[in-house]
């Protein structure tokens, strides 16, 4: 083989490494921002409360982790909400009986004796999330289960199609469905509801 002839295969394997790298990337979007990027000023705006931390298991929600829209950080559920009584509200940003029950659940929040209550937002994206919990004055604990389909929070509690939903984590850790009523409609509801399930 002559050194011409190899200098040639050379460029050739190279001009084929080049092509295949090059390739998959034509025609393709620039990649999506990175999760949490460019949310800074929307969560200064929110001005949510931090997400719980706690120690023990919730087993129905064991190993469930998301992230706490006020600051980035990765939540584990099972832990977070485990030896207090918690009211979980699973809701997104195109719900508009969620937008007329936020407010309600941040009113029974601050009343003396309420349990606490989670926000876990779902299929929307965060900063949108961020942006209309600042809209609404409501400052409530808040994780992002995703802007999917499905995300970890859904499946583990097997959330309804329709939102919103809730759920009350009771002190010793079982998870129960809020059915009746499914949508609350005064802050006085909420508080008779969570007694009756506790």
């Known amino acids: 083989m002559t050194t011409a002839t190899k200098w040639a295969l050379a460029v050739g394997v190279l001009a084929l490494a080049v092509l295949v790298a090059v390739l998959p990337n034509i025609g393709n979007d620039p990649a ?69 029950e936020l407010p309600l659940l941040q009113s029974y929040a601050g009343q003396p004796g309420a349990a606490r209550v989670l926000a876990v937002q779902v299929q929307s994206d965060a900063k949108d999330g961020l942006e209309l919990l600042a809209e609404l004055g409501v400052h409530l604990p808040s994780v992002h289960d995703g802007d999917g389909a499905t995300g970890p929070v859904r499946e583990a509690l097997r959330v309804p199609r329709a939102l919103p939903a809730s759920y009350l984590v009771t002190e010793d850790g079982q998870v129960r469905f809020v059915d ?13 509801t969570v007694e009756a399930l506790r």
């Open 180 to 192: 009746d009523p499914r949508l609350f409609t005064s802050v006085t509801q909420i508080g008779e």
């Open 32 to 100: 999506p921002p990175q999760a949490g990027e460019d949310l800074g000023p929307a969560r200064t705006a929110a001005a949510l409360q931090p997400c719980p931390r706690g120690s023990g298991t919730v087993e129905q929600l064991a190993g469930v982790e998301v992230s706490c829209l006020g600051d980035g950080s990765r939540v584990d559920l099972g832990s977070a909400l485990a030896g207090e009584t918690t009211l979980v509200n699973v809701w997104a940003t195109w719900c508009q009986p969620c937008r007329e």
